[in-house]
């Protein structure tokens, strides 16, 4: 039942860049890419119950990994993924280090002090030749491959399609073992997976080194389809927004990071024709109303909801929960 | 450079610490009361700034607007915390309180955009525009020297010498046994709430002639101010003064002789961690020891 839903949304989802526009498509690619920064976070936050404001600049990172690389030293696009996943385990694994003493709170403000400090660290004129400083990089957008007849906006959009696809299964796969059950524990009772023998500063840490990837690799994506680079999309906003996504779409779950990848692009989008300032009134009025109804989010009311459903349909048959 | 300048350098770093150590006694005052860091608190000083503002452009002559703004802001903090807070106060949750001053603080932000615009205001000060001490520091900067301290005066003996001071350090320190002598815990919480609002105002206040009124000014200040509360002690008001002088301070001397200005948030954020890692209760704070 699961598996072909699955796939009905993965043969939705290859169908679209046929039917949409160059702009609707290009809009989806964006989804995607916020979906797996969202998950990043999700991971993190959701389910090992580290709290980060941050992850604006972990996708920094990764965006700015991938320009360099492109611009300066004309990697191809498609390596460039792996080397922004590599420098933001490393970052968020030694940024995860010291913040293993941090709980909840003082970790939440150690994060935010890094995003607000991110942009200048950009602009920072000792490494002025190769971020660009201020103006930042300036990058191409990529040609389908092998004569496919796809233009650039569609080939982009399979590309991060295929992207998607590896990361999420790989996060499925990562949460729902060993290593996903260790991770769970620490944040449900971190006293008790210790004394189970759970090496949790190495969990902690690592989780936000793969958390940092997840962000980064969404970042280098980005950056490979807005072909643009520069300190000031990187603002405390972009963290708020991950938030903002993550809480709504469902912070406790995998799926929720595409519900709130699509809430945080579609709504400011719908929005800004009334107020320049309306799309983060909505964002901030959403944020506490969903804190007080429905602090599952998106994700977690559809779980509960077809639960629910199903209890009526077979009379009183278990619920069955796990990582989904 | 001299060591005169030096020391100039030090003052100027003095005055604008005050405001840092202004909005760091807010954040105290609230993490004391109720153990959460209201990352909001920069939004609402900005919030209660546009209000002076608009009161002085109604015609109120400053001072007046000065002490209206104050009360409007107690009362602000109070219903802000009757009202969003409170349903959240027996949850432990962190991600739940947290989010919802991330909320709050796009609320206020975007609320401040929508009522007065985005364009720069300039924001009068009361102080003479002259410059003392060969320049380096401006009739606001000694004045706002002399209302921040005045403030922190007030606030020490509301605490110190008051009956409902007292009451509010009571409810701080020990909830079960102050609800078990008669004093109403959760109202003293919102009484805090409503000082910490005030505080913010006076620090929003002082700030604005400075950095110009705009809905974003508060960003780099309460970075300031948190690293200025966290330096001190999270938990000790006087401690988070002291920090927030300290960080008006450095911010001073490394912009000049060491970092430069671009990389001065930069500042922040190393002292945040640094304090967080190789002693997380501050300079000032008691080391909380929970068992298990």
Redesign the interface.
């Known amino acids: 039942m699961k598996v072909l839903g699955l796939l009905a949304v993965i043969a939705v989802a290859t169908v679209m860049p046929f039917v949409l526009g160059d702009y609707r498509t290009f809009q989806l690619t964006l989804v995607m890419v916020y979906a797996i920064a969202l998950l990043g976070l999700n991971i993190l ?1 959701g389910f090992n119950g580290q ?1 980060s ?1 941050g992850h604006g600049a972990f996708y920094a990172i990764g965006s700015y990994t991938a320009a360099i690389l492109m611009a300066h030293y004309n990697v191809p696009y498609w390596a460039t993924l792996p080397a922004a996943a590599l420098v933001c385990l490393a970052a968020g694994f030694l940024f995860g280090l ?1 913040a293993l ?6 970790l ?3 994060t ?3 995003a ?2 991110m942009p ?2 950009l ?3 000792g490494i002025g030749d190769l971020t660009g400083g201020v103006q930042g990089l300036v990058l191409f957008k990529p040609e389908a491959p092998f004569g496919l007849p796809l233009n650039q906006d569609q080939w982009l959009y399979f590309f991060t399609l295929a992207v998607t696809i590896v990361m999420f299964v790989l996060a499925w796969n990562l949460l729902r073992g060993r290593v996903g059950r260790a991770i769970v524990a620490i944040r449900d009772q971190p ?1 008790a997976a210790r004394a189970m023998g759970i090496n949790t500063a190495l969990y902690k840490s690592l989780t936000f080194g793969v958390s940092a990837l997840y962000a980064g690799v969404a970042g280098a994506l980005g950056a490979i389809a807005i072909q643009f680079v520069a300190p000031d999309s990187f603002q ?1 906003g972009l963290s ?1 927004a991950f ?2 996504g993550a ?1 709504i779409g469902g ?1 406790y779950s995998i799926a929720g990071a595409i519900f709130g990848a699509f809430f945080v692009l579609f709504v400011p989008h719908l929005s800004e024709g009334i ?7 909505i ?6 109303v969903f ?2 109804v429905m ?1 599952v989010g998106i994700a977690g009311f559809l779980r509960l909801a077809s639960a629910w459903a199903r209890r009526r349909i077979h009379g009183n048959s278990p619920v069955r929960g796990g990582a989904t | 450079m001299s060591v005169e300048a030096f020391f100039l350098q030090v003052l100027s770093g003095l005055a604008t610490g005050g405001i840092y150590a202004s909005l760091a006694l807010a954040v105290v005052m609230i993490y004391k009361a109720t153990h959460q860091v209201n990352f909001a608190q920069g939004e609402m000083a900005m919030f209660s700034t546009y209000i002076a503002w608009q009161l002085i452009q109604w015609g109120i002559p400053y001072w007046g607007a000065f002490l209206l703004t104050i009360a409007v802001s107690f009362v602000g903090g109070v219903v802000i915390e009757r009202t969003v807070i409170r349903p959240f106060e027996a949850r432990e949750a962190v991600l739940a309180v947290v989010t919802v001053f991330i909320g709050l603080f796009l609320i206020l932000n975007s609320m401040a955009g929508w009522t007065w615009e985005y364009t720069l205001k300039s924001f009068p000060s009361p102080f003479p525009k002259q410059a003392y001490l060969g320049g380096y520091l401006s009739g606001h900067q000694l004045g706002l020297f002399g209302v921040v301290l005045a403030t922190l005066a007030l606030v020490y003996v509301f605490f110190r010498f008051t009956p409902l001071g007292l009451a509010m350090r009571a409810a701080a320190e020990s909830p079960e046994s102050s609800r078990l002598v008669g004093i109403r815990v959760s109202w003293m919480l919102a009484l805090g709430w409503g000082l910490a609002a005030a505080l913010g105002a006076v620090a929003g206040m002082m700030v604005a002639p400075l950095v110009f009124l705009e809905p974003n000014m508060m960003g780099f200040v309460l970075i300031y101010a948190f690293a200025g509360a966290l330096l001190g002690g999270i938990d000790n008001p006087w401690g988070a003064v002291i920090g927030g002088f300290a960080m008006g301070v450095l911010e001073n001397i490394m912009g000049v002789y060491v970092v430069g200005t671009e990389l001065k948030l930069t500042i922040a954020l190393v002292i945040i961690v640094g304090v967080l890692v190789v002693r997380p209760s501050g300079i000032f704070g008691r080391r909380v020891v929970t068992r298990v």
């Open positions: 936050t709290f404001l010291p003493r941090l709980e909840g709170l003082f939440a403000l150690a935010l002090s890094l607000v400090a200048s660290i602009k920072y004129r006293i405390i708020f938030l903002i809480v912070i107020s320049r300032a309306a799309p983060q009134a964002f901030g009025t959403f944020l506490i804190m007080f602090p």
